[in-house]
């Protein structure tokens, strides 16, 4: 076994009284000669060797940690050996023996720890996995070989560059965005968190297309979140707002598409597997901190809903321009000081791009790695920079006209406040329990025995 330290220490001397501590703690709980006469907890070569010494620089469990850049990348040589074996298999035209194939996804899954965009490659290999053939073929065109391919690509864009600590954990998000789709349409808004944006909604109608694939049940409801998901990260990326090493939540009301992105993987053999490699390829190609997804009940997510509705699923809602949405938005949904929604209006190739990864057509991934012009962002006079707070504020204090509002709304703008409460009650509940334990103990200032003078 090994025994691991890891401190942020303020002088060489705290460093000192840590490692004793440790050492105290393993031969409390391993006393010595506990086996035999010579046996010892910690081992003395080891010790001498130089293996108990404190370095910025550590190998642990198979990974290189640096204190010093505060990242973390696994050897080189396991990298060039996992390249050489991806492409053993890219190349063989024997197939891969199941086992061999079944080791590799294991070494997959170890290096998925430090390059989380990789959990987002695995669904059509897990798939694979699953069959328990013989033999394992990645032909041409294949979803296996298009994730094979990017995590040859992922292993060595680490190596190029390491993963900082900052893009494994998730924190307070900087961007907090609302989507959801419809059977006509998709849509959402992006508002501010610890960073400002403008206030902006953005919104899609479905090519026809896509309208019938759903009415046949070739696509189904989750694809099409899953899809408003990808859509909206896009528009956070056509922005133009920093992302690198950004924290970003995104409510959803489909639990399926939270869970996919939760889990980075779905079960179902449609479509979703595409547009999660597409959504995790994109985020490694911004270096953005891990997406938060959470879950927003349906009657919560009023301004998403009203954005992907607004096609004619309610005549109150029908907007045939985007002049008239702003305007509807704008009576619906009020910033603060009277400013306007400012409008993100999606370009056809990406479109084009997103629907042909729900239609599953051929492609490759490396179309997800440079992306045309994403859109345009539209503003009016007086655009805004909030939060979810300050709309809370604004619409308890402002009331909507009577003459405008949303079913699940009230008059009164209550609902709207509540819906903003629960959104900010969400994500604080999210956050938190990915936070280590507090220790309130300052055991680093105790005496030892081998320290007590």
Excluded at 317 to 338: A, H, I, Q, V
């Amino acid at each position: 076994d090994d025994f691991i330290a890891a401190a942020q220490a303020r002088s060489p001397e705290e460093l000192t009284h840590i490692a004793r501590a440790l050492l105290h703690a393993i031969h409390d709980v391993f006393p010595e000669g506990l086996m035999s006469p010579d046996d010892q907890p910690v081992s003395i070569k080891k010790v001498l060797k130089g293996e108990a010494k404190w370095s910025v620089i550590k190998e642990i469990l198979g990974w290189i940690f640096n204190g010093e850049t505060k990242s973390i990348q696994l050897p080189e040589e396991k990298v060039k050996q996992l390249v050489a074996t991806i492409e053993k298999m890219l190349r063989s035209r024997e197939g891969t023996s199941f086992h061999e194939f079944q080791t590799l996804m294991g070494k997959l899954y170890h290096a998925s720890i430090g390059t989380p965009a990789g959990k987002g490659f695995m669904t059509p290999l897990n798939h694979q996995l699953a069959k328990t053939p013989k033999k394992v073929w990645f032909r041409r065109g294949s979803t296996q070989r298009k994730a094979l391919e990017l995590w040859k690509y992922l292993l060595s864009d680490a190596m190029a560059e390491p993963t900082k600590a900052i893009e494994l954990m998730p924190a307070s998000p900087d961007y907090v965005g609302l989507v959801d789709a419809s059977g006509e349409g998709v849509g959402g808004v992006w508002l501010s968190g610890n960073k400002q944006i403008p206030a902006t909604v953005w919104r899609l109608e479905w090519p026809d297309e896509i309208k019938q694939a759903l009415k046949n049940a070739t696509l189904t409801i989750n694809d099409l979140e899953m899809a408003g998901n990808l859509l909206a990260w896009l528009v956070l990326e056509g922005m133009g707002v920093e992302i690198k090493h950004c924290h970003v939540a995104l409510f959803n009301d489909n639990k399926s598409a939270v869970s996919w992105i939760l889990s980075w993987a779905a079960h179902s053999k449609g479509p979703a597997g595409n547009l999660i490699m597409a959504l995790a390829l994109r985020q490694r190609m911004r270096r953005a901190s891990p997406l938060t997804p959470a879950h927003l009940a349906g009657e919560l997510n009023t301004m998403a809903d009203v954005a992907s509705r607004s096609f004619g699923y309610k005549p109150e809602w029908k907007c045939n321009s985007m002049d008239e949405f702003l305007t509807l938005f704008d009576r619906l949904f009020p910033l603060p000081n009277k400013n306007s929604w400012q409008y993100f209006q999606i370009s056809s190739r990406i479109v084009t791009r997103v629907t042909d990864a729900l239609q599953m057509r051929p492609s490759i991934m490396e179309e997800w790695k440079k992306l045309p012009k994403i859109g345009t962002s539209i503003s009016r006079t007086g655009a805004s920079f909030c939060n979810l707070g300050e709309l809370t504020r604004t619409w308890t204090a402002r009331p909507l006209s009577t003459e405008c509002t949303t079913s699940p709304a009230s008059p009164d703008g209550s609902d709207r406040a509540t819906w903003a409460e629960e959104s900010k009650y969400e994500l604080e509940q999210y956050v938190q329990r990915l936070l280590p334990l507090r220790r309130p103990s300052r055991w680093t200032e105790a005496k030892l025995p081998s320290t007590t003078t």
